[in-house]
T-cell receptor, first 111, second 114 residues
C-alpha cells in the first residue's frame, strides 16, 4: 500500500520568504503526483500535476518537482504572501485508481 | 461550465442511522471519486465510479456504498453510522478513470454523528 508523508506538518514564515514543502511516497508506480491547496473547512483546489515522466511543473510562483527514483516531490513557493496561508496536500494515484494523500503541511504566512 | 457541487453542506445524524450524500460532477466529467477526511488528516479514498460502475475501492467496510447515475452525478450512502464516521466527505470529478487525470473537488459535506 502506498504511504505518502509530508514534512513539515506546519510551517510559519514571514511574508516575502521563499519556502519548500516536502512530500515523500513509498511506491514509485504512480501515474503522477498532484499538489492541492485546502482552505479551512473547504474542498481541495488543484495546484499542479506532474506526470510520472516529467521532472517539474510550474505555475506562477509555484514550482513542483518530482523524483520518482527517490520517492520525493517538492513544492516551491516563491515570494510568499498572506493569501498563501492554507494546508497543502500532495497525492499520488497508483495504477489501482486509488488516490493516496499525505496529511498535509499547514502554512501560515505572517504579514 | 459549472464546478463540482455537493449537498448537503452540513449534516447531523445519530449513531445507527443511515445517510445519503450527493455530488454533481463537473460538466463533461464521467468519473466521481469519494473521500473521507477526518479532522487534521489527509483525505482517505473510499471508492471511485466510472461510467456508472465501481472502479476501485479503498479500505472501507461494505456499509459504505455508492451509486453513479447516467448524468454522472453520484451518491454516497453510509449505513449504521458510527461516531468515527464524523468527517468531511469530499467528492471529486475527473474525465476518465485511470488515475492519471486532474481531479476537481467539491466543497464537501461535513457529517457529525452523535
Amino acid at each position: 500500500k502506498q504511504e505518502v508523508t509530508q514534512i513539515p506538518a506546519a510551517l510559519s514564515v514571514p511574508e516575502g520568504e521563499n519556502l519548500v514543502l516536502n512530500c515523500s511516497f513509498t511506491d514509485s508506480a504512480i501515474y503522477n503526483l498532484q499538489w492541492f491547496r485546502q482552505d479551512p473547512g473547504k474542498g481541495l483546489t488543484s495546484l499542479l500535476l506532474i506526470q510520472s515522466s516529467q521532472r517539474e511543473q510550474t505555475s506562477g510562483r509555484l514550482n513542483a518537482s518530482l523524483d520518482k527514483s527517490s520517492g520525493r516531490s517538492t513544492l516551491y513557493i516563491a515570494a510568499s504572501q498572506p493569501g498563501d496561508s492554507a494546508t497543502y496536500l500532495c497525492a499520488a494515484p497508483n495504477t489501482g485508481n486509488q488516490f493516496y494523500f499525505g496529511t498535509g503541511t499547514s502554512l501560515t504566512v505572517i504579514p | 461550465e459549472t464546478g463540482v457541487t455537493q449537498s448537503p453542506t452540513h449534516l447531523i445524524k445519530t449513531r445507527g442511522q443511515q445517510v445519503t450524500l450527493r455530488c454533481s460532477s463537473q460538466s463533461g466529467h464521467n468519473t466521481v471519486s469519494w473521500y473521507q477526511q477526518a479532522l487534521g488528516q489527509g483525505p482517505q479514498f473510499i471508492f471511485q465510479y466510472y461510467r456508472e460502475e465501481e472502479n476501485g475501492r479503498g479500505n472501507f467496510p461494505p456499509r459504505f456504498s455508492g451509486l453513479q447515475f447516467p448524468n454522472y452525478s453520484s451518491e454516497l450512502n453510509v449505513n449504521a453510522l458510527e461516531l468515527d464516521d464524523s468527517a468531511l466527505y469530499l467528492c471529486a470529478s475527473s474525465l476518465g478513470g485511470s488515475g492519471a487525470e486532474t481531479q476537481y473537488f467539491g466543497p464537501g459535506t461535513r457529517l457529525l454523528v452523535l
